[in-house]
Nanobody
Framework: QVELVESGGGLVQAGGSLTLSCVGS????????TAWFRQAPGKEREFVAG????????HYKTSVKGRFTIARDNDKNTVSLQMNRLQPDDTALYYC??????????????????WGRGTQVTVSS
């Protein structure tokens, strides 16, 4: 069993930065791949960034490449998402999700086994 708790969301002006944090509990968390998804009102939940347990594979949604950075610290059971040059289109509820590492980092939310409750990011223009 893995429990995920996100934090770090907030209101920021366009061009600003935020860092989201996902803390996982459960002794097996470090063996899970972890991804960030987001969901804007009226839209599907979409993959933003993902990282495998040993950080040897990282993937980003095309529109966030070069602006967002995902990283993990397995000693602290934490996965972070540094978001720079934020744009109004980045406004959404951001979720942390975990997947058994052998499954890789699929883009579809249906493969992810554990989810946090989300943290809201709002970017004003």
């Amino acid at each position: 069993q893995v429990e995920l708790v996100e934090s770090g969301g907030g209101l920021v002006q366009a061009g600003g930065s935020l860092t989201l944090s996902c803390v996982g509990s459960g002794r097996t968390f470090s063996s899970y791949g972890t991804a960030w998804f987001r969901q804007a009102p009226g839209k599907e939940r979409e993959f933003v960034a993902g990282i495998r347990w040993n950080s040897d594979s990282i993937h980003y949604k095309t529109s966030v490449k070069g602006r967002f950075t995902i990283a993990r610290d397995n000693d602290k059971n934490t996965v972070s998402l540094q978001m720079n040059r934020l744009q109004p289109d980045d406004t959404a509820l951001y979720y942390c999700a975990a997947i058994p590492d052998e499954m890789g980092l699929p883009l579809s939310k249906k493969f992810y086994e554990y989810w946090g409750r989300g943290t809201q990011v709002t970017v004003s223009s």
